[in-house]
Nanobody, 117 residues
């Protein structure tokens, strides 16, 4: 069973870069056909996909956030990370990491990030 755990600061100042890490256990992030995603849910709104990194290391980003988003990985630590630059209060949300393989999904529990001075 794949398990995911998000970690990172809960408070970020406007204009700074938000950085979150997802630590994966129970499976390798390089296993064939896995996709490793970042998703967020602002207060009172629906889920929003930020992008993902494939098992091969290639990345895909949401067009609306592409200019501010970077997803990378550390295979030695079995982790993948999200960086979102130039944040504003509108980036306040619960951030989730997710693993997908074919029709199966595994979610982290989510972490609250608030953007405020």
């Amino acid at each position: 069973q794949v398990q995911l755990q998000e970690s990172g600061p809960g408070l970020v100042k406007p204009s700074q870069t938000l950085s979150l890490t997802c630590t994966v256990s129970g499976g390798s992030i390089t296993t064939n056909n896995y996709y490793w995603s970042w998703i967020r849910q602002p207060p009172g709104k629906g889920l929003e996909n930020l992008g993902y990194i494939r098992y091969s290391g290639s990345t895909v980003y949401s067009p609306s956030l592409k200019s501010r988003t970077s997803i990378s990985r550390d295979t030695s630590k079995n982790q993948f990370t999200l960086q979102l630059s130039s944040v504003t209060p509108e980036d306040t949300a619960v951030y989730y990491c997710k693993a997908t393989r074919l029709w199966v999904e595994y979610w982290g529990q989510g972490t609250q990030v608030t953007v405020s001075s």
